[in-house]
């Protein structure tokens, strides 16, 4: 069964940073593509980052492009594995609920998210 489940959000004034993970289980976390995208109040999602399964490609929605840092953690033969959103010089616009997401986008699988508000 697979499970993500995200962590690290919070309250952060503009500039500042977070840095959020994703422990990822139930199916070979190494084998797949990983990302991010998240919802703001009343918007569609909208895709982030994606990863390639080495780590070794990433590609960034140019809202977020220079500020976010996607990167994971593989543990080869083992079912699970970690993904982080390290995200710099943080704006309100920033503000909503962040989910990490299983495969290339579009994909149909992603946890239920942590909540990121950007606010002085």
């Known amino acids: 069964q697979v499970q993500l489940v995200e962590s690290g959000g919070g309250l952060v004034q503009p500039g500042g940073s977070l840095r959020l993970s994703c422990a990822a289980s139930?199916?070979?976390?190494?084998?797949?593509?990983m990302g991010w995208v998240r919802q703001a109040p009343g918007k569609e999602l909208e895709w982030l980052a994606d990863i390639n399964r080495a780590g070794t490609s990433t590609y960034y929605a140019d809202s977020v492009k220079g500020r976010f840092t996607v990167s994971r953690s593989n543990i080869e033969g083992v079912a699970e594995g970690t993904l982080y959103l390290q995200m710099n010089n943080l704006k309100p616009e920033d503000t909503a609920v962040y989910h990490c997401?299983?495969?290339?986008?579009?994909?149909?699988?992603w946890g239920q998210g942590t909540q990121v508000t950007v606010s002085s």
């Open positions: 997401t299983k495969g290339w986008w579009p994909s149909n699988s």
């Open positions: 139930g199916f070979a976390f190494s084998e797949y593509a």
